[in-house]
C-alpha cells in the first residue's frame, strides 16, 4: 500500500496542505472562517448540530456518498488542536482534482465521512482541555452532564458508523516505549470490556491500526507508540467500540524541533488518509494484526530539555525540563518547569546537554513542578539561562 499513497503524500505540502492554519493553535474564528468556505464546496455538506456550554455552534462536515460509514471527531479536548489541522488537509485533497482522481473517487465513492472536527470550541478558545464547565468530554459519556458530550454521543448513535476515529494529541512527554524516541503518533484500538476481549468490531479496528502503521513506519520508523490497553467505562471510544463501529484512537505526539507539530500534523494526514483508503478498498483480508500488538507502549519518558550531569547541592544531577506552552493574546509563548531532577538515566530529551564542565546558579531552590529560575555558565558566559520558566539567553 505505501506505494499507491506515496505519490499523494510527496505533494502534501505543495498541495493538500491548509495554509490558514500555521501554529498548534486554533481560534474558533479561524475554524469558523474555513467552515464557511467549505460551505461554498458542493462536495460538503455542513451543519450545525448543537451549541457548546457558551453557545457556540458545533458543525459537522458530510462528503462522499459510499456505504461504508466513517465518523471523525476532534478537539474534543480544546488544547488538542492538531488533528483539527490535519482534518482540513484531508478535506483538501477530497476537493482537488488532480492526477490523484482515482484514489479520491475510490475513496469518496465508497464511503460516506462525518466528521466533528472541532467539538469543544469553548476549551479551544481558552486553551484548556476541559470544557466551559470544567468537564472533561471524553470522560462523559455514561453522565452525559456537558452539551458536547451529548452532541457527540447523540450524532454516533444516529449515524451508527462503521468506522470511528477518536482524534487527540498526546503530551510530548511520551516515548515509544524504551525505543529513545518520542510517541509522535500513538494507536489503539480501545478495548469495550475489562477482559480486553477482541470481537470481529475491534478486530477490524485492530486490522486497521495494522494498515496505518505499515505506512507510518515507512515515514517515522519506530517513533509510533500504542496508547494504555485498559477499559475505560466512561470514554467515548471505548464505549464506540462497545456500540459496534470499529473505532481507532489517534494521539498525536512530539518530535524534534517541531513544538508547532507542524511535522506530526503531517504524520497524522498520512495516517488518515491512509485509514479511509484502506477502509475504502476494504484492505483487511486475512486478519493480521502482529505488527500492531508489537507496537512499543507508551512510557513518560521524554523530556524537552534534559540537563545531564549538574553539580549542584554536593551532588551531580540531571535536571528534566518540560515546556508547557501559554497563549496569550493570541500569542503562543512557552515556559519551562522542572519536571524532574536526579538519576534520569533511561530519559530522553528532545534536547540534551552534558553540563558536567559548566556552572549551574541558583538563586532559589530548585523545586519540582516550578519554573525554572537558574543560569548555566562557564567561566565567563551565560551559556543557557532562565528566568521564571522563560529562557532568555542560549547560546549551548
Known amino acids: 500500500m505505501p506505494h499507491k499513497l506515496k505519490p499523494i503524500i510527496d505533494n502534501y ?7 490558514s492554519f500555521g501554529s498548534n493553535y486554533i481560534q474558533f474564528s479561524q475554524f469558523e472562517a474555513e ?23 458545533i458543525y459537522s462536515i458530510q462528503a462522499g456518498s459510499g456505504s461504508k460509514s466513517v465518523m471523525l471527531w476532534s478537539q474534543m479536548h480544546g488544547d488538542e488542536p492538531t488533528a483539527t489541522m490535519a482534518l482540513f488537509d484531508l478535506l483538501n485533497f477530497f476537493s482537488a482534482d488532480d492526477e490523484f482522481n482515482k484514489v479520491r473517487h475510490l475513496i469518496l465513492n465508497n464511503c460516506t465521512f462525518y466528521i466533528l472536527p472541532f467539538l469543544n470550541p469553548d476549551g479551544a478558545e481558552l486553551n484548556t482541555r476541559r470544557n466551559a464547565q470544567g468537564i472533561d468530554i471524553n470522560r462523559d459519556y455514561l453522565a452525559q452532564q456537558s452539551p458536547e458530550g451529548r452532541i457527540l454521543r447523540l450524532f454516533h448513535e ?13 503530551s510530548i512527554q511520551w516515548s ?21 476481549s477482541v470481537n470481529d468490531t475491534r478486530l477490524k479496528a485492530m486490522q486497521l491500526a495494522t494498515n496505518i502503521n505499515d505506512v507510518l513506519q515507512t515515514y517515522i520508523p519506530k517513533y509510533i507508540g500504542k496508547w494504555f490497553d ?19 484512537l489517534v494521539e498525536s505526539g512530539g518530535y524534534k524541533d517541531d513544538f508547532d507539530r507542524q511535522f506530526v500534523r503531517k504524520i497524522v494526514f498520512i495516517a488518515m488518509l491512509t485509514g479511509v483508503y484502506s477502509i475504502a478498498g476494504a484492505d483487511f483480508g486475512e486478519p493480521d494484526v502482529s505488527s500492531y500488538e508489537q507496537l512499543p507502549v507508551n512510557e513518560k519518558r521524554h523530556f524537552s530539555i ?5 553539580r549542584i547541592n554536593n551532588a551531580v544531577i540531571d535536571i528534566g525540563l518540560v515546556a508547557e506552552r501559554i497563549i496569550s493574546n493570541s500569542a503562543i509563548s512557552y515556559v519551562y518547569r522542572i519536571e524532574d531532577m536526579g538519576d534520569l538515566s533511561g530519559f530522553f530529551g528532545y534536547e540534551e546537554y552534558d553540563i558536567s564542565a559548566l556552572n549551574i546558579v541558583t538563586e532559589t531552590p530548585l523545586a519540582i513542578e516550578q519554573p525554572a529560575n537558574f543560569i548555566i555558565k562557564d567561566s565567563e558566559n551565560e551559556i543557557l539561562s532562565f528566568n521564571n520558566g522563560r529562557i532568555t539567553a542560549k547560546k549551548i
Open 13 to 19: 505540502e505543495s498541495d493538500f496542505l491548509n495554509t
Open 35 to 57: 467552515i464557511k468556505k467549505l460551505w461554498e464546496n458542493p462536495l460538503f455538506k455542513i451543519g450545525e448540530v448543537g451549541s457548546s456550554f457558551l453557545q457556540r455552534p
Open 158 to 170: 444516529n449515524i451508527k458508523p462503521d468506522f470511528s476515529f477518536n482524534l487527540h494529541d498526546q
Open 176 to 196: 515509544a516505549g524504551k525505543s529513545g524516541n518520542p510517541a509522535t503518533i500513538s494507536l489503539l484500538a480501545p478495548p469495550y470490556d475489562d477482559a480486553c
Open 230 to 248: 485498559e477499559f475505560e467505562p466512561r470514554a467515548f471510544g471505548d464505549n464506540c467500540q462497545a456500540a459496534g463501529s470499529s473505532t481507532l
Open 306 to 310: 534534559l540537563l545531564k550531569n549538574c
